[in-house]
């Protein structure tokens, strides 16, 4: 009987109606593919299985941040499938960035079949491996999927692996023409292993235990987490011991009256006897990468006595202090301390919620004094959230502002801490909107914005998208660094000034635009309307290209001694 040529929906190479058949086993559903033809018998059948949901970005660095917005929200994997060659390269900040931050990706690149690489064929490079150690799994597919091809097991353990340790994987797929053939039933089955999952209870180390009992000043931080990591009743036990101290910064999306959500505003301006008196017995870190230069300078030239990492997976000895590491997620850690007993009259983390308090009361004068600059623009920006926003953060400058400010608890944090770089930020932020139903806010300065300017090109972002660009002309960053702000090469190849606007971008891609160059203008800017318009929107503020680095590094001198200089 002849075959109904509409039932044809599966690719007719095995090795593609594999990947389709292991992703759906293991209930990965997001898929971003970048057109090309190598990769075409995945295309055709990821899209047409209306399991998957399926996403086309022609860039295929958006696309790879695109996808890792998407995981960033909800830990779950999302699928990157690119075409031969160079495109796969494209995906390496990315793939680099979801390592470092522990966010799930499954690239599928698809190639040319062995015996064609090396020997001048179009589009070919030496793909297999090409990430390296920034992946968690990678694997090179062969061609024969029978039921007992290699390839079973690579999907396997690729898959698991995404899901389980949080963590991109790679597989190189080698595909022969013809490629866009499509049969009526796929001749592959695949079935998922079963595997143990098994959570023993956490026994926390003697030592550990006798280091934490002996311990008159313990300090607590915490990196990037998602939000609501640590229920509000587990903090408060845990900040009920007048011995911790704990720091936060916007990213660890965690909220008490006892903690220090400002490192730099507390530690910038300390005086040697003062970050002696700082320094902690042990040292208790969790969650991701911490923003904060000052902080790790300070624990790394005032050691403390005792440094443990809490992660279920791995521990960084940051501070060149580490001694031990407990694999645990915070949560279950806090709930195994023992209570505390016979330290009420400690006084570490009294005094030092004094000095945040007098700090932030000197921080709100002072922002109050100065004229219109990054600080300032910065601070009206944030004073203005809406409750319930997510809030996406550039790199370089904008996340070190935000890390000053005081934010509502309702508004979640989230910035590519992994690699820390430019690249990428808004991609992400544009990803993060498409998987949830809260609005999304991007805010990022002007380097890192006009890097990433693809990211509009797309058919996906929500019309509650919203970006607040601090248009300063160029890496203002740089001013504060140290090095010859005067001289020539500086301004070129450093702060590398400009004179872009993004108002040609938000009218080429169907975006509405404003505009501010006061306060006064700003806070106009931030009302309800910017809000609630029907298209995604930016708002663009422009700030003065040489005074933000004078006014941020008075800023921290002010904030300690409650006095402005003219």
């Known amino acids: 009987m002849a075959q109904n040529p509409e039932a044809e929906t599966y690719s007719s190479i095995p090795l593609a109606q594999l990947a389709v058949a292991a992703c759906k086993v293991h209930g990965i559903s997001r898929v971003v593919i970048s057109p090309g033809s190598r990769n075409a018998p995945l295309t055709l059948g990821f899209t047409n299985d209306p399991y998957f949901e399926c996403f086309s970005i022609v860039d295929e660095r958006v696309a790879a941040f695109f996808g890792l917005g998407m995981s960033q929200f909800d830990g779950v994997p999302t699928v990157l499938i690119c075409t031969s060659g160079s495109a796969v390269l494209n995906y390496f900040p990315a793939v680099a960035e979801a390592y470092y931050s522990r966010i799930p990706l499954v690239v599928l690149s698809a190639d040319r079949p062995s015996y064609k690489i090396d020997i001048a064929d179009g589009q070919t490079i030496k793909q297999v491996g090409v990430f390296g150690d920034h992946v968690s799994f990678s694997a090179q597919c062969i061609e024969d999927c029978g039921p007992n091809s290699v390839n079973h097991q690579y999907f396997q353990e690729a898959l698991s692996t995404a899901i389980s340790a949080k963590r991109p994987v790679h597989l190189n797929l080698p595909f022969e023409e013809p490629l866009y053939q499509l049969v009526a039933a796929p001749s592959v089955n695949y079935s998922l292993a079963n595997t143990p999952n098994e959570v023993a209870a956490l026994q926390l180390p003697v030592d550990f235990l006798e280091d934490f009992d002996r311990a008159e000043r313990i300090m607590i931080i915490a990196g990037v987490m998602p939000p609501e990591s640590i229920p509000s009743e587990v903090l408060e036990k845990l900040l009920n011991d007048p011995r911790v101290l704990m720091l936060t910064e916007t990213t660890s999306n965690l909220h008490h009256p006892k903690i220090v959500s400002g490192i730099d505003q507390l530690i910038a301006a300390l005086d040697s006897e003062e970050l002696e008196q700082l320094r902690p017995d042990l040292l208790i870190s969790f969650g991701g990468m911490v923003v904060s230069k000052k902080i790790k300078a300070l624990l790394r030239g005032h050691a403390p006595k005792w440094h443990w990492h809490v992660d279920p997976l791995e521990a960084y000895d940051t501070y060149f202090a580490l001694k031990g590491h407990i694999q645990s997620r915070a949560t279950h850690f806090i709930n195994a301390l023992p209570e505390n007993q016979g330290s009420q009259n400690a006084s570490y983390q009294k005094d030092w919620l004094a000095k945040r308090d007098s700090f932030r009361e000197n921080h709100h004068r002072y922002l109050a004094a100065i004229p219109f600059s990054d600080l300032k623009a910065y601070g009206a920006v944030f004073d203005a959230l809406p409750e319930g926003i997510i809030m996406q953060v550039a790199n370089s400058a904008a996340i070190r502002y935000a890390q000053l400010f005081e934010l509502l608890e309702s508004v979640a944090v989230y910035c590519n801490r992994g690699t820390s770089g430019i690249d990428g930020s808004t991609s992400t932020a544009i990803g993060h909107a498409v998987s949830c139903e809260k609005p999304v806010l991007f805010v990022t300065g002007d380097l890192s914005f006009f890097y990433d300017s693809n990211a509009l090109w797309n058919n996906y972002t929500p019309a509650n998208f919203r970006i607040i660009l601090i248009n300063n002309s160029g890496g203002g960053i740089f001013r504060i ?77 002010a904030v300690k001694s409650g006095s402005i200089k003219d």
Do not use: C
């Open 481 to 557: 660094l140290p090095g010859d702000k005067s001289k020539d090469n500086f301004i070129t190849y450093f702060e590398t000034v400009h004179g872009l606007r993004a108002e040609s971008l938000a009218q080429m891609y169907g975006w509405d635009y404003s505009s501010a160059r006061t306060m006064t203008e700003l806070q106009q800017n931030l009302g309800d309307g910017f809000w609630q318009g029907d298209r995604p929107a930016i708002l663009e503020v422009f700030t003065p290209r040489e005074d933000n680095d004078k006014l941020l590094l008075d800023y921290f001198a």
